[in-house]
């Protein structure tokens, strides 16, 4: 009866084992998930270091300003010029001001003006790319979208509005930003992500290196996390290559700070 007892303890044991193995595998492999989507969110609106920081990078391309303005769009003391040109398209040194200014302090040493200008420059490339192949999204759709995330939100517009203040945003800022992201985002969709398959030689090579096995997870349980997170890592690296390619075949002209 005590060695039935035992015996039946151990097994229980061991099953519980099995289960906290299963679930800590499938926690290591969510977050790696995780990471690599967030990384695609921010790579895709071409704010790479910025994107914790910036909700939306503030780039409002019918806003820009040519020098000479007096709108009163420049940002404390900074007078406006044009910071650099991608294919012709201005992009001003305010805008680059405002988008460093909504990074807390403790932040600025490490995602610096220079790096805030080469994301602009990113999404500046991907929206004419998007432009060239004809790929758009209406402003209906883009009210749709902020109207039925604030819905699941449980969040007023007023309340939204005031939000953006404390970003220094105002929310046609944030609707021509938005509207640009999802421009972007249909981009990688259309072009790259519709194009890419994950065999299942992959997701047996990635299984097998990530020592699931020993923890008697069969591919099985994890092979739609794997196929995920394989599908992250092509889509970075085609949306990588395909920014690298439009640097080089786009003019980019950088302008030095004047005074």
Not at 63 to 71: I, Q, T, Y
Not at 145 to 152: E, H, S, T
Not at 203 to 229: C, H, L, M, R
């Amino acid at each position: 009866m005590v060695k039935s007892a035992v015996k039946s303890r151990s097994k229980k044991d061991a099953l519980h084992k099995k289960h906290r193995a299963f679930r800590a595998a499938r926690r290591r492999l969510r977050r790696r998930v995780k990471i690599v989507n967030m990384l695609i969110v921010i790579v895709a609106i071409a704010i790479i270091s910025v994107g914790a920081y910036l909700i939306y990078s503030g780039r409002v391309r019918e806003g820009s300003k040519e020098p000479g303005s007096d709108e009163g769009e420049n940002l404390g003391k900074v007078s406006d010029y044009v910071l650099a040109r991608v294919n012709g398209e201005p992009i001003m040194a305010s805008e680059i001001e405002k988008q460093y200014t909504t990074i807390p302090e403790q932040s600025q040493p490490f995602i610096t003006r220079e790096i805030i200008l080469n994301q602009t420059i990113n999404k500046l490339l991907l929206l004419q790319e998007a432009e060239k192949e004809g790929i758009s999204i209406s402003y209906e759709e883009v009210d749709d979208l902020i109207f039925y995330n604030l819905d699941m939100m449980n969040r007023s517009l007023d309340d939204f509005k005031n939000e953006l203040k404390e970003l220094k945003m105002d929310f046609e800022e944030f609707r021509e930003s938005y509207r640009d992201d999802l421009i972007i985002n249909r981009l990688i969709n259309e072009t790259i992500v519709s194009q890419i398959e994950i065999s299942e030689a992959e997701v047996g090579e990635f299984y097998d290196s990530s020592n699931f096995g020993d923890a008697n997870i069969t591919i099985e349980d994890v092979e739609p996390q794997i196929k995920d997170y394989l599908t992250s890592q092509k889509v970075m690296d085609a949306l990588d290559a395909l920014i690298n390619k439009l640097r080089k075949t786009s003019s980019i002209e950088l302008a030095e700070a004047s005074g």
